[in-house]
């Protein structure tokens, strides 16, 4: 199994809402990632978690909390967000967080911000 | 922080053409990646390039990491309506998170 798998695919939230994103992968992979991505432009890091520890937190506004409940297991709970948090969300993983590992992304869910 | 300029930003071919995108830093990578994202898609990995002058190729894909190791570049050769996408390069400098580059995008009219 090489598919990291994310639920929902669409979401779409009014400001006052909250919501989760979920992300699961069976690689046995150590590291996983949250990115955002707008249309037409690079995936841009959220959150890295390694061995199920916060590592990195690229400055995320704090409505964006990330919780890693077990290594296959990625969450993003969502709060009071704002119509430009409407975007492409990604999940990765990795065999580890060392920055030669390739990384395996999810399809993403598709979130639109009312 | 570190940052990678990647050209072109759109490229327009007919197919059977060649396509080739840059990917240039200030700064001595550690090792670039090479993603593809098909319109509607996620990113795929394609290639990681370590070595200084490193050339490796896929099929009708050749990518290279320049000598300074501060570029690289992806070719392909005559290219096909499924090669349409977005590709990325990703750097990695020291231990700081991977960077995307930002894309460019191809389209092929057959």
């Known amino acids: 199994d090489t598919e990291v798998t994310q639920t929902p695919k669409h979401l779409v939230m009014g400001m006052t809402n909250k919501k989760s994103l979920k992300c699961e992968q069976h690689?046995?992979?150590?590291?996983m990632y949250w990115y955002k991505q707008k249309a037409k432009k690079p995936p841009e890091l959220m959150f890295v978690?390694?061995?199920?520890?916060?590592?990195i937190n690229e400055s995320v506004p704090s409505r964006f909390s990330p919780e890693c409940p077990n290594s296959s297991l990625l969450n993003l709970h969502l709060h009071a967000l704002q119509p430009e948090d409407s975007a492409l969300y990604l999940c990765?993983?990795?065999?580890?967080?060392?920055?030669?590992?390739?990384?395996?992304f999810g399809s993403g869910t598709q979130l639109s911000v009312l | 922080g570190q940052q990678v300029m990647q050209i072109p930003q759109y490229q327009h071919v007919q197919e059977g053409e060649d396509f080739t995108t840059y990917c240039n830093s200030s700064?001595?990578?550690?090792?670039i990646q090479w993603y593809k994202q098909r319109p509607g898609g996620h990113p795929v990995f394609l290639i990681q390039?370590?070595?200084?002058?490193e050339v490796k190729k896929q099929k009708r894909l050749t990518f290279q990491f320049g000598e300074a190791k501060k570029n690289s570049s992806l070719h392909i050769t005559a290219t096909q309506t499924t090669d349409v996408g977005t590709y990325f390069c990703?750097?990695?400098?020291?231990?700081?998170?991977?960077?995307f580059g930002k894309g460019t995008r191809l389209s092929v009219i057959a």
């Open positions: 390039l370590v070595k200084s002058g």
């Open positions: 978690y390694s061995y199920e520890k916060l590592s």
């Open positions: 690689m046995g992979h150590r590291a």
């Open positions: 700064t001595t990578l550690s090792n």
């Open positions: 990703a750097a990695l400098s020291g231990n700081t998170p991977l960077v």
């Open positions: 990765a993983s990795s065999r580890y967080s060392a920055t030669n590992e390739k990384l395996f």
